[in-house]
């Protein structure tokens, strides 16, 4: 069986930066994870949105990129949310404590 291959592609609209991310995050791809939330981390004029539709897999330290990007766009008071967790990754997103501390793109919009 082949590993899906991991990819973000990002998007832009007018309040937002979206990145979809799909594939498997793990250790392995977790530079490339950064390097797409890099120059967007910081930014406190635009939503921040992982979009994990695509997400076949996560492991420990993808689920620490996320938790990490939480506190600091926590620290700077500016907007998280992450959109369509599929089933499996909420599961260890629940697990793990971190899915209480996330906000779904549909509670966002409200």
């Known amino acids: ?14 309040d937002q930066f979206i990145l979809h991310v799909s594939g498997e995050l793990d250790l392995s791809m977790v530079p490339q994870l950064r ?6 981390m910081n930014r ?3 939503a921040l949105i992982l979009n994990l539709k695509q997400l076949k ?4 330290t993808g689920i620490g990129i996320i938790v990490s990007v939480l506190k ?4 700077l008071k ?6 369509e967790i599929p089933p499996s990754v909420k599961r260890l997103f629940d697990l793990t404590g ?6 779904e793109g549909t509670e966002a919009q409200a």
């Open 98 to 103: 971190i899915s209480r501390y996330l906000i």
């Open 72 to 75: 600091l766009r926590d620290e």
């Open 44 to 46: 406190t004029d635009k």
């Open 35 to 40: 390097m797409a939330l890099e120059p967007v």
């Open 78 to 83: 500016a907007p998280f949310f992450v959109r």
């Open 57 to 60: 897999y996560i492991d420990s």
């Open 1 to 14: 069986m082949k590993a899906e291959q991991f990819q973000v592609v990002q998007e832009e609209t007018l």
